[in-house]
């Protein structure tokens, strides 16, 4: 039997309704859906702009090993674009290690938590927002897009039937990525061949299996990058490439 998709009209955070039925004994795949998030959250700390009109999901998981935990969130990404790309025919980029971007904007974002009993890993839940029809944080930092203003029509439902299989059929214990993941997150990579000041200055080369980031520093060889904040080192064009709006780009 499907594990059951709980829906709500309005959430502190899906991941914190999530944690409560893990904690009750709530089956790997159960995935909890809001219409509204008061206090969704995003990586490094960092809040969750989740009004009506998002998608704002999160899934369950109970892997018997944390061999995969380091790149589940480029895993989830890469899935999540694949799944979503139906829907149009822009690519939909991902970018090192949890933002979907469209059209140089972020479509949405990837968030992992992991929950454990000592060194027993007990459950993780993913979650997944995606900026549908709901009005986007249009500040310096963070130059969002949604994907309703490229497909008026879509609708919340057609993006939750999409993403959820997508998510729940991420296999937690795969380990480092594939080769075909490599390839496929490559011909996705929005921040392959671009010059980066944060967090190491250089050009990037693309993701590593284990999930690094590769930069070439102009020394030869590339070094690897696994945690910290990506920051351009050129400003860039806020959308449809329009070069008049050039504007600091940083990671949202
Ligand atoms: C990021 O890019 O910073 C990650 C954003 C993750 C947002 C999703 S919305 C569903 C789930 N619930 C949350 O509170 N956050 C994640």
């Not at 059951?4 to 309704?17: A, I, K, Q, W």
């Not at 899935?79 to 949890?98: D, G, R």
């Not at 059209?103 to 979650?127: P, S, Y």
Request: some cysteine; proline content about 4%; hydrophobic content about 45%.
């Amino acid at each position: 039997m499907t594990p059951r998709l709980h829906y709500f009209e309005r959430v502190s955070s899906t991941m914190d309704v999530l944690h409560e039925l893990a904690a009750s004994g709530a089956e790997a795949g159960t995935a909890v859906l809001a219409a509204e998030q008061l206090e969704g959250r995003g990586s490094r700390g960092r809040s969750w702009h989740s009004p009506l009109g998002g998608v704002w999901l999160s899934v369950l998981f109970r892997p018997a090993a944390a061999d995969g935990l380091d790149v589940i969130s480029l895993r989830a990404g890469l899935s999540a674009a694949e799944a979503l790309q139906t829907l149009l025919p822009m690519l939909i980029q991902v970018k090192w290690p949890n933002d979907l971007i469209l059209d140089n904007q972020k479509l949405g974002g990837v968030l992992c938590e992991a929950r454990w009993q000592g060194d027993l890993l007990v459950w993780v839940t993913i979650g997944v927002g995606i900026n549908v029809h709901n009005d986007v944080p249009d500040d310096d930092r963070s130059h969002a897009t949604a994907l309703g203003a490229l497909v008026p029509a879509i609708t919340i439902d057609e993006v939750t039937h999409l993403l959820l299989p997508a998510l729940r059929t991420l296999d937690l214990r795969a380990g480092r990525l594939s080769a075909d993941e490599l390839r496929r997150f490559e011909r996705r990579d929005w921040l392959r061949g671009r010059e980066i000041r944060e967090p190491v200055a250089g050009m990037v080369q693309g993701i590593a299996e284990d999930g690094a980031l590769l930069v070439d520093q102009g020394t030869g060889s590339s070094v690897s990058v696994r945690t910290g904040s990506v920051e351009l080192a050129e400003s860039l064009p806020a959308g449809n490439f329009d070069h008049a709006t050039r504007a600091r780009h940083r990671e949202h």
